[in-house]
């Protein structure tokens, strides 16, 4: 059974940075597409990055050019730095893999999902 366990949430001041980290347990990254979502209270959950197996990414809109998402093969392990933080960044944020190498901004085209590490940024 494939567990992601996502790490590096927290509270911070506008303009601020941090970093999440998502590690699998019982399972090494491989041929697989991996992703970050968010979900605000009161809204759905979108699509924040996605990263395919050849390393390929994409970004929303509203966090081009502030959020990095890569892949540490050595470690096993995804990041998300989010820098220039702004209150809208506020949300629980997850890690979700499919198992394909290609990638989706459709949620349910993820078959694993973290818990969740809240994210809140303050004004």
């Known amino acids: 059974q494939v567990q992601l366990v996502e790490s590096g949430g927290g509270s911070v001041q506008e303009g601020g940075a941090l970093r999440l980290s998502c590690a699998p347990s019982?399972?090494?990254?491989?041929?697989?597409?991996n992703a970050w979502f968010r979900q605000a209270p009161g809204k759905e959950r979108e699509v924040v990055a996605t990263?395919?197996?050849?390393?390929?990414?994409t970004y929303a809109d509203s966090v081009k050019g502030r959020f990095t998402i890569s892949r540490d093969n050595a470690k096993n392990t995804l990041y998300l730095q989010m820098n220039s933080l702004k209150p809208e960044d506020t949300a629980m944020y997850y890690c979700?893999?499919?198992?394909?190498?290609?990638?989706?901004?459709?949620?349910?085209?993820?078959?694993?999902w973290g818990q969740g590490t809240q994210v809140t940024v303050s004004s």
């Open positions: 979700a893999m499919r198992m394909f190498a290609t990638c989706s901004a459709t949620e349910d085209q993820y078959t694993y």
């Open positions: 019982g399972y090494v990254f491989r041929g697989s597409c």
């Open positions: 990263i395919s197996n050849a390393n390929s990414v």
